[in-house]
């Protein structure tokens, strides 16, 4: 998936509404409510621990992080849904949530 489509998909209201609403059953018990990170990477910060733009992002969720306990989540959502959130997390950077955990990764300009 590129980079534009995912860009494209930020700016559709409805596609985030129903990303939200992803994040918040998938992705919350690792990341936090806020993408702040819990066992999971904080996503609110400009650091990226797998890649650099909004395809790697939408790569990790799709395979998933096995050695880090991020499962395949290519295997469980539909390709739209997948699409919707690796936009999603693209939207959080550099939002830099209150008591984020600490930085991980290699530091990204902001898409």
């Not at 990226?48 to 395949?72: E, F, L």
Request: net charge positive.
């Amino acid at each position: 998936v590129s980079n534009d489509v995912l860009a494209a998909l930020t700016k559709d209201s409805g596609e985030m509404d129903k990303a939200k609403t992803i994040f918040a059953t998938r992705c919350l018990a690792c990341h936090g409510p806020k993408g702040q990170g819990l066992v999971g990477p904080n996503l609110t910060d400009n650091f990226q621990v797998h890649g650099s733009t909004r395809s790697d992002i939408y790569k990790t969720i799709r395979d998933g992080v096995p050695a880090k306990g991020m499962q395949a989540w290519g295997k469980l959502l539909k390709p739209d849904e997948l699409k919707r959130i690796a936009a999603f997390v693209g939207t959080l950077r550099g939002t830099n949530v209150a008591g984020g955990k600490k930085a991980e990764g290699a530091k990204v300009e902001s898409f």
